[in-house]
């Protein structure tokens, strides 16, 4: 059971469904056999996690909590899109309900607090302070852009810059004492686990690790990812696919770039691989700087 704070419009109520509510339905552990991390990095980075209600979280985690910037859609349709803080709205977002009418603007554990607009119709909002899910008074400020800090693709671009000097730009302390040739990276991709950087074998990082059904759908979804950061990017790539029977590679290979890329990364290759063995499989990310 839960209250919902209510806003009367005339004879209409608007509910504003905050994200605690949600949780004490379904809880980030999820206790379902059908709830669970989809993809990605549900622990400590970005990955899509779904709950046992059906709801849908696709952002970042800090210590297996929604923490930082993501978008969760619940199972009613609604969306926010914003900053967490441990599994609460906190931050700058913009909450959408189905029925049109959205909220953008500062929140404080999961309520509408701070500075920001509640528009009810297309004629009709409360723009100000706000506390505790209330609307205080009116105020004017510039409206808050809700939009995302973190870029899988210029993240990916910078590695491969860096593998053109041996990745001595984002390579960390070693992963143990005993192991002297591989270091944690300082820049990371957070969909990956699992990362680290071999003096010999370059970056390289887990993307899904589940059932050899699964891993296909991942290895596909993967390089889709890679695909679209190709795309946008300013590097031209030679795509090479390696089909054996327990492990299969999409290569790119690193051919030229304009003046405004980086052009010691050219000859840096980057492996997207399905590993298989019986019915488990891997889907990793390698970043290989080129061959003397």
């Excluded at 054996?244 to 590679?249: L, Q, R, S």
Aim: proline fraction near 2%; include cysteine.
């Amino acid at each position: 059971m839960y209250i919902c704070p209510l806003k009367q419009l005339g004879m209409k109520y608007i509910c504003f469904i905050s994200l605690i509510t949600m949780l004490l339905c379904t809880g980030i552990n999820g206790y379902s056999q059908n709830a669970g991390c989809v993809s990605g990095n549900c622990d400590n980075g970005k990955g899509t996690y779904k709950f046992s209600d059906g709801s849908i979280y696709v952002g970042n985690f800090v210590k297996n909590h929604m923490d930082g910037f993501g978008k969760l859609t619940d199972a009613r349709g609604n969306v926010y899109t914003g900053n967490f803080k441990d599994d609460k709205y906190n931050g700058v977002g913009m909450f959408k309900r189905t029925d049109g009418t959205k909220y953008i603007g500062e929140f404080k554990d999961g309520k509408r607090n701070g500075l920001g607009t509640q528009y009810y119709s297309q004629t009709y909002k409360e723009k100000g302070k706000w506390e505790n899910d209330r609307f205080l008074e009116s105020a004017e400020f510039e409206e808050f852009k809700v939009e995302e800090p973190y870029s899988f693709c210029q993240t990916l671009f910078s590695i491969i810059v860096a593998s053109s000097n041996n990745f001595s730009e984002v390579k960390g302390d070693n992963v143990s004492a005993y192991i002297k040739d591989e270091y944690y990276c300082t820049l990371p991709i957070k969909e990956l686990t699992t990362v680290s950087i071999h003096d010999q074998n370059g970056y390289s990082g887990t993307y899904y690790k589940g059932t050899k059904a699964e891993a296909q759908q991942k290895w596909d979804e993967l390089n889709g990812m890679i695909k679209n950061c190709i795309n946008e990017g300013c590097y031209k790539f030679q795509l090479q696919l390696q089909n054996g029977v327990n492990e299969k590679v999409y290569e790119y290979l690193v051919l030229s770039a304009t003046e405004a890329c980086n052009a010691n990364a050219i000859g840096t290759r980057i492996r997207v691989m399905l590993t298989t063995q019986q019915n488990a499989g891997d889907v990793s990310l390698w970043i290989l700087p080129k061959q003397p």
